[in-house]
Nanobody, 115 residues
Framework: QVQLVESGGGLVQAGGSLRLSCAAS????????MGWYHQALGKQRELVAI???????NYADSVKGRFTISRDNAKNMVYLQMNSLKPEDTAVYYC?????????WGQGTQVTVSS
């Protein structure tokens, strides 16, 4: 069973930056899309950013211009660089990997932005 492990979350002041990483416990074959989602307390899980095999990206409007998603196909890793963080970015951040054999989710990492 593949496990995804996120890291890089924490507490940061508004305007600060964090870089999230997501690593797979073993190789995942035929990965298509890798992405980041977040879930604030009492809210639904929402898309933050995704990146396809071809490198095309898509971002939630709320993070455009502030967050950057990237991936390392050789290492089966996906990253999220978060700049100019706002208190409303506070949430648990999850990575997701979609493949021809199924979808995988990480356990989440908490990001807290203080005002």
């Amino acid at each position: 069973q593949v496990q995804l492990v996120e890291s890089g979350g924490g507490l940061v002041q508004a305007g600060g930056s964090l870089r999230l990483s997501c690593a797979a416990s073993r190789s995942i074959f035929r990965i298509t899309t890798m992405g980041w989602y977040h879930q604030a307390l009492g809210k639904q899980r929402e898309l933050v950013a995704i990146i396809t095999n071809g490198g095309r990206t898509n971002y939630a409007d709320s993070v455009k211009g502030r967050f950057t998603i990237s991936r390392d196909n050789a290492k089966n890793m996906v990253y999220l660089q978060m700049n100019s963080l706002k208190p409303e970015d506070t949430a648990v951040y999850y990575c997701k990997v979609e493949s021809a054999y199924g979808d995988y989710w990480g356990q989440g990492t908490q990001v807290t932005v203080s005002s």
